[in-house]
């Protein structure tokens, strides 16, 4: 199946900072793709979807200002956590379109983000 | 409504043995996805098995099975002999492509395979 990729797989920010999160299609072109929130112990919440060209569509209740996207290219997605705070602490993971399984979504190994 | 409903937080399985996962969805549309994922403790989710709401087998990937019962949406996982590296967390989702793409995630349920 497709790969994407996701750097940094961990990363400890003091608050106030900003962390970039990015997200990469290997191998193949992605026009969407996806961002997800899970705290410990929950499912994945998803947060936003990231269109290649144009803006964000963002879910119910998620900061728009907070958590920006990025989607300059086909193959890329940043998330920039802006200003971080201790409560922005967790998982985030990105998934894009398989174009290899039909329905089929593949997933980045995920970020883990400690805001200290 | 929820979407995605997983009953079982938490289960235990004996090693070599089989265990069934319960998954059982909402939907109105006739076209959807259903899928299932595994994400052991490293995070990362790892595809296991899809089953489409048109198929009409059950779904199979090697040790995987989906037990795929339309008219009561239900979309169990049979987990069979089990192994040791299959603890870890198991998510049924469900995709719809008529409703924006995105995938919809239960809660999870938590599987330990003891030796």
């Known amino acids: 199946g497709a790969v994407v990729s996701q750097h940094p797989s961990w990363v400890i920010c003091k608050s106030g900072t900003s962390v970039k999160i990015e997200c990469r299609s290997l191998?193949?072109?992605?026009?969407?793709m996806f961002w997800y929130r899970q705290f410990p112990k929950q499912s994945l919440m998803l947060m936003a979807t990231?269109?290649?060209?144009?803006?964000?569509?963002?879910e119910q209740g998620v900061e728009k200002d907070k958590f920006l996207i990025n989607h300059a290219s086909l193959t890329l997605s940043t998330l920039t956590v802006t200003s971080a705070h201790p409560e922005d602490s967790s998982f985030y993971i990105c998934?894009?379109?398989?174009?290899?399984?039909?329905?089929?979504?593949?997933f980045g190994s995920g970020t883990r983000l400690t805001v200290v | 409504a929820q979407k995605i409903t997983q009953t079982q937080p938490g289960m235990f399985v004996q090693e070599k043995e089989a265990v069934t996962l319960d998954c059982t969805y909402d939907t109105s549309d006739q076209s959807y996805g259903l899928f299932w994922y595994k994400q052991p403790s490293s995070g990362e989710m790892i595809f296991l098995i899809y089953?489409?709401?048109?198929?009409?087998q059950n779904a199979t990937e090697g040790r995987y099975s989906l037990n795929f019962q339309k008219a009561r949406k239900s979309a169990n996982l049979v987990i069979s002999a089990s192994q040791l590296g299959d603890s870890a967390m198991y998510f049924c989702a469900m995709r719809e492509p008529n409703t924006g793409n995105q995938f919809y995630f239960g809660t999870g349920t938590s599987l330990t395979v003891i030796p």
């Open positions: 998934s894009a379109a398989d174009p290899v399984r039909a329905f089929g979504y593949t």
């Open positions: 990231s269109n290649e060209g144009s803006k964000a569509t963002y």
């Open positions: 089953q489409g709401s048109y198929d009409e």
């Open positions: 191998d193949f072109q992605a026009t969407t």
